[in-house]
């Protein structure tokens, strides 16, 4: 499957922006956005159930970000609004496991694990 992420963009701290991830065929998996900043691990930032009933969150996003999607158009968004320049990183979208979850479920962080391949990614960088 290939996944093809877009909507990012350089904005100042405050501002909202909504990313979109557009796979090939539809995915019946929970799905989540990861982003990755110089230096660091890639991390997952929101997850999505397959259905889209259920969401989780790092805490570093929570109650700033919303994880959506809409399956008959297969796929992915993530709202971000009051943006931070620690938010600044590539994001991506990609599949996400169980284990995953419950990691950032019981420690409010998880890091990406090994997927295998991703997309280009969107590059969001926020301004003080």
């Known amino acids: 499957v290939q996944l093809v992420e877009s909507g990012g963009g350089l904005v100042q701290a405050g501002d909202s922006l909504r990313l979109s991830c557009v796979a090939s065929e539809r995915q019946y998996s929970a799905m989540g956005w990861y982003r990755q900043a110089p230096g660091k691990q890639r991390e997952l930032v929101a997850a999505?159930?397959?259905?889209?009933?259920?969401?989780n969150y790092a805490d570093s996003v929570k109650g700033r970000f919303t994880i959506s999607r809409d399956n008959t158009k297969n796929t992915i968004y993530l709202q971000m609004n009051s943006l931070k320049p620690e938010d600044t990183a590539v994001y991506y979208c990609n599949i996400v496991s169980d284990i995953i979850i419950a990691a950032l479920i019981s420690k409010g962080t998880a890091d990406a694990g090994d997927i295998g391949s991703w997309g280009q990614g969107t590059q969001v960088t926020v301004s003080s």
């Open positions: 999505i159930t397959t259905g889209g009933g259920v969401t």
